[in-house]
């Protein structure tokens, strides 16, 4: 110090950095002398991995391959460095492995680091999007491939981890798509979580709507047991606690799991508590079926009291006061205030199309996937909010539906489509772009969409690969993570927050769900759309016009549109009735008495199909001759009905033969929509409806199985 005291300022700063390179230095080459690298051959860590290699392992064809070239060139190092890869990648199925970059451990824990998909080196998950983009061996491989995302990376390369052998078809999708943490980590080691998981994917016939569904089922199940695990670290898999002795030990892991408060008696997440207790129960099913099939009878004993135990004593060790307590809590309904939900509803709409046109513009001058994703959200809670009944659905759209879409004018309503209708939407039904969805039971709903709704949506499909969507996905609003699709609701809700309003909760509220579809309809129209409104309604046009402005004046409308499709059940005859101009003589008591006698009808030809069906099976197993046989008579007092056929003209008739051919090659019974696609194609068919064309094919089928059936009698005897 003394010495340098006496020196000049410069020659102390040169001083000064020295010393910080020495240190630097001096941490450098302790790193470098503990980093070990893993042989691929000896299965040993070697500090100098590449002398190794060349000294032990030269005549390997790799090694050699690798030493061709020369000493310091970059294809050398490349190909010795995957060598040194594989070694690592290989042993990261033991659990452990060693990274890149590699400091104090020699090996580290799996789950925090996922492998590159060109190279195999490992990295920890919020790096590798990074390295991708600069890896050698993906340049060389890929040159023209687009940019990678941090999302992408992780879902790519995910599968490259060790998997149970049990993980097949679509639930190995499943596990792809999911979030990497140490919940999926064990989902995709343990045997009969995997089994479960594709148990579930063959119920629901591996539809990928359900996926996010199966996953849930799934990821619940490792959380159990990991929960277990940290109570008993001998109990590592699923299939360990399925036996009678581990109980005890799975009713503690699902109060883990669930939140149980010991002090207060109450499930954080009550719901929890029957929901593993059902799935556990259905992989101890599967796991009973597995062991009766291999004929394992000690394994079969002991799954079946397991199951057993469940039944019985399942809901016993969970304290009825603590589950009723808690379940209060979360079915504890909270008063909203809708005294401002016209005024954010109206500010909702301005925040969604702001930010709609905004991304419009956006993508049209530069496609990226921020871009595509942020007009998907906004025009699909556009469209939720103008279809508020169908929200459910209208995120598993197809883009396939939405390319056989109908033009304007050319869709012809159902009965149940007109019944489940508004006013407002067959008074403007011309001027929406309909799509129909399969709904419960088969029945299809209809969605609308505007104008600006089906420009954006062609936008958005014109640019799906260049947001990375990929092809194999077949939604429309489609996810760039994986083959699934964008929640609806998880839009509104998103928009609802970020816009400001004064109450979102009344806006995502069920009970007001139809007052805020009508006003979002309402602010939806153009100009011309809204003066057909004023002259349904009575009004100015240039009230209707400032419906976005006044929020008093668009309460009001709602609530008188409200009110008329509420006024009577005639009202939906004579609904029927306007949609229909062929109907413009007939009045709404025509309408309800034609559908009552047809329905009358019906019955009557079904017990008439019934009642010969079981004539035809006596007259086989009687061995009396026609003339011999007794016609049943009507009881006495009885007066038979008189049936009013309408009879088949020989045009009608040839008609329905051209639309479905040979009848007795048909499948099935043609449905609903094969015979409206038969009344459109035949103008002779202008007077039946739907139901003669079906009722007419099935007769005609009835009769000529009848036909042959006598026939196959009378040379047989």
């Keep these: 110090k003394k010495g340098m005291t006496r020196m000049s300022t410069r020659t102390v700063q040169c001083w000064k950095t020295l010393m910080v390179w020495i240190k630097h230095l001096q941490i450098k080459e302790k790193k470098e002398a503990y980093k070990k690298h893993l042989c691929v051959y000896c299965e040993s860590y070697f500090t ?51 990274t890149k970059k590699q400091l104090k451990k020699p090996a580290v824990s799996v789950r925090d680091f996922l492998p590159c998909q060109h190279c195999l080196a490992f990295y920890r998950k919020t790096d590798l999007w990074r390295h991708e983009r600069t890896c050698k061996i993906g340049k060389a491989e890929h040159k023209s491939s687009e940019k990678t995302n941090r999302s992408n990376s992780c ?59 199966i996953a849930q089922k799934m990821r619940e199940l490792g959380r159990f047991v990991l929960a277990v695990n940290e109570l008993d670290k001998t109990v590592k898999y699923l299939h360990e606690i399925c036996l009678p002795s581990k109980f005890e030990l799975a009713v503690e892991g699902v109060k883990k799991v669930s939140g149980f408060d010991p002090a207060s008696s109450k499930f954080k997440t009550i719901s929890l508590v029957s929901k593993i207790g059902y799935s556990l129960k259905r992989a101890a099913e599967i796991a009973f079926g597995e062991s009766r099939m291999t004929e394992d009878s000690e394994t079969e004993g002991e799954l079946k009291k397991f199951i057993e135990l469940l039944d019985t004593k399942w809901a016993e060790c969970f304290s009825r006061k603590a589950l009723v307590c808690s379940l209060k809590q979360e079915t504890k309904k909270v008063d909203v205030d809708k005294s401002t939900v016209t005024e954010d509803l109206i500010k909702l709409h301005r925040f969604i199309t702001g930010e709609e046109e905004e991304a419009r513009k956006d993508l049209k001058d530069n496609a990226s996937m921020s871009t595509w994703k942020k007009l998907g959200e906004a025009t699909l809670a556009n469209v939720c909010l103008f279809n508020r009944g169908r929200v459910g ?68 499909v014109e640019n799906r690969e260049q947001a990375g969507v990929s092809k194999t996905n077949p939604y429309l609003f489609a996810r760039t993570e994986g083959p699934s699709f964008i929640r609806g609701l998880d839009c509104f809700r998103r928009a609802a927050v970020e816009c400001g309003v004064k109450n979102s909760e009344a806006l995502l509220s069920s009970s007001g769900r139809e007052q805020i579809s009508t006003c979002w309809q309402l602010m939806s129209l153009t100009e011309q759309e809204l003066d057909q409104v004023a002259k349904m309604l009575g009004r100015s046009s240039q009230e209707c016009h400032s419906l976005s402005q006044n929020a008093t004046l668009l309460e009001e409308i709602s ?107 048909l499948a099935k019974v043609p449905g609903k929509k094969e015979c409206d696609r038969c009344l459109a194609a035949e103008p002779a068919l202008n007077t039946r409806t739907w139901r003669e064309v079906k009722y007419f094919v099935h007769n005609s089928i009835q009769s000529l199985k009848r036909r042959v059936s006598y026939g196959s009698f009378s040379l047989y005897p």
């Design 155 to 213: 879902n790519s390369v995910s599968d490259l981890l060790p998997m149970s052998e049990f993980l097949t078809g679509s639930c190995k999708e499943i596990i792809q798509i999911m979030h990497q943490d140490d919940i999926s980590r064990h989902i995709q080691l343990d045997p009969l979580i995997c089994k479960y998981g594709n148990t579930l994917s063959v119920k629901y016939d591996h539809d990928k709507s359900q996926f996010a569904y």
């Design 48 to 98: 100098q991995i590449v002398r190794h290699l060349e000294s032990k392992h030269a005549e390997e064809p790799d090694v050699a391959h690798a030493m061709h070239f020369p000493k310091g060139s970059k294809v050398r190092q490349t190909m010795l460095d995957q060598i040194r890869h594989k070694a690592i990648y290989e042993k990261c199925g033991e659990g452990e492995i060693a």
């Design 559 to 665: 609530k008188e549109l409200l009110k008329m499709d509420k006024t009577m059940p005639t009202s939906r005859s004579s609904t029927t009735k306007d949609a229909e101009p062929d109907l413009g003589g007939r009045s709404w008591t025509d309408v309800k008495n034609y559908v009552h006698n047809t329905l009358q009808t019906m019955r009557r030809r079904n017990n008439q199909l019934r009642s010969d069906g079981i004539k035809d099976v006596l007259s086989t197993k009687s061995s009396k001759t026609p003339d011999q046989t007794v016609k049943k008579r009507a009881p006495p007092g009885v007066k038979p009905q008189k049936r009013n056929k309408r009879l088949w003209s020989e045009e009608e008739q040839a008609a329905v033969r051209r639309q479905f051919g040979d009848f007795c090659q």
């Design 393 to 460: 659905n209208i995120g598993r759209l197809l883009l396939k539906t939405y390319s056989q879409r109908r033009s304007e004018g050319t869709c012809i309503l159902s009965a149940d489509q007109v019944r489940k209708s508004t006013k407002l939407e067959l008074e403007l039904r011309s001027s929406f772009t309909r799509l129909e969805l399969e709904g419960q039971y088969g029945r299809n709903m209809l969605v609308l969409l505007t104008d600006r709704m089906v420009s954006s949506i062609d936008l958005l």
